[in-house]
């Protein structure tokens, strides 16, 4: 997993374009920073790792498949797809349950999780990232760099107030990107759904809307 | 020899001895005394300018001993700074008066191009006289105004 690097160059060049006098290692330092705050806040970098429960045990450490930092814990189902509402994340990578199964699972569980960031980086000093970060964000993550870069004091980029106005359009992708990730990139979907004991699976006696389902 | 696009130790130190019009042997300017202001020009770039000197984990400025085919892990943007800021430390050890305002020059486009500020433009060519010397542009480096 890593970003695309036809859209790493591209992004390279419109930064350094925007930058006069900026050079590529800044930026590509800067990438870093852009893009673990922006996975952190927006959630949007997910990954199910599985992992085989044991009987009277608490606690899983969760090892991902692929490259990022676990940083939150959306939430934990058994084999059936039951979720387990007793899960949580004190420690990073570590899912814990309140109460410890039973009995030995046959069938593993899984846990959803959220990814940021992390060292190490590539060769060429890249963060490693999934590829579509690029493909569908690099607007936000250019902002996010020009705004950090153009907020650094005595540079031939210096500028506060585009400074400012680059991050607010940060956080505004930064926002659209959580959002489309809670609603798993379907238009019109809710991000919320009633509990289990009040939902109804069928369209018998209730009212149903095309978009029903939620995806956490 | 092709000409020096300073992408090297050894095309930057000719780079210098252009600006320095130091091309024909024996030189003024010893070789020692080059590399000498390469690795001072490089530890003020990195005062300066420390993300030109980025490397994968940290930041690591080049120091070298003596005059070779070794690439400077500099970004092309920047070598003209850097040639910039031998040639002034160079012409520092020199007496003439000529040389400290050219070395002035030098050290000001040094740091203004890595930081981004308007260049330093001479006065004037030639060698100062009483009427003119001392005189400076508004924004120049030690001007009066």
């Given amino acids: 997993m890593a970003l695309d690097p036809r859209e790493v160059q591209q992004l390279l060049a419109n930064a350094q374009i925007k930058l006069t006098g900026a050079s590529e290692s800044g930026i590509k ?16 970098w997910t990954e199910d790792i599985s992992f085989l429960p044991v009987a009277g045990v ?39 349950f309140v109460n410890a199964p039973q009995s030995d699972a046959t069938a593993n569980w899984t846990a959803r999780v959220v990814k940021t960031v992390s060292l190490p980086i590539t060769r060429e000093a890249l963060p490693i990232a999934p590829d579509w970060t690029l493909r569908v964000y690099s607007v936000h993550v250019l902002d996010g ?13 210096s500028n506060t107030q585009m400074s400012a106005y680059h991050l607010k359009r940060f956080r505004t992708g930064i926002q659209i990107a959580k959002v489309a ?7 019109g979907a809710q991000n919320w759904t009633y509990p289990r004991g009040w939902s109804s699976r069928s369209q018998r006696g209730g009212v149903s809307t095309a978009y029903p389902t939620r995806f956490m | 020899m092709p000409p020096p696009n300073l992408m090297t130790v050894d095309s930057m130190i000719r780079g210098v001895r252009t600006l320095l019009l130091d091309k024909v042997r024996p030189y003024r300017y010893s070789d020692t005394s080059l590399i000498a202001g390469l690795n001072i020009a490089l530890n003020e770039g990195r005062r300066l300018r420390p993300d030109v000197f980025l490397v994968r ?61 308007r260049p330093v433009i001479p006065l004037e060519g030639g ?7 001392g005189r400076t542009q508004p924004g120049q480096a030690g001007g009066e105004g």
């Fill in chain 1, 29 to 44: 330092a800067e990438l870093y920073d852009v893009l673990k705050e922006f996975f952190s806040d927006s959630n949007c």
């Fill in chain 1, 58 to 96: 608490t606690e899983y450490t969760l090892a991902p498949a692929q490259d990022g930092q676990i940083i939150r814990l959306i939430g934990a189902w058994d084999d059936r797809g039951t979720p387990k509402t007793d899960a949580f994340m004190r420690v990073f990578g570590t899912v814990t």
């Fill in chain 1, 145 to 157: 760099i020009l705004g950090k870069m153009m907020g650094q004091q005595q540079k031939s980029y």
């Fill in chain 1, 181 to 187: 990730a809670e609603r798993a990139n379907l238009i």
């Fill in chain 2, 57 to 117: 984990y940290g930041i690591e400025v080049p120091q070298y001993e003596q005059i070779s085919g070794a690439i400077l892990p500099v970004e092309a943007q920047f070598r003209l700074a850097f040639e910039y800021g031998i040639a002034g430390h160079a012409l520092m050890r020199d007496q003439e008066d000529i040389q400290d305002q050219r070395s002035t020059i030098f050290l000001a486009n040094f740091e203004n191009m890595l930081v981004g500020r």
């Fill in chain 2, 127 to 133: 060698t100062p006289t009483p009427k003119n010397k």
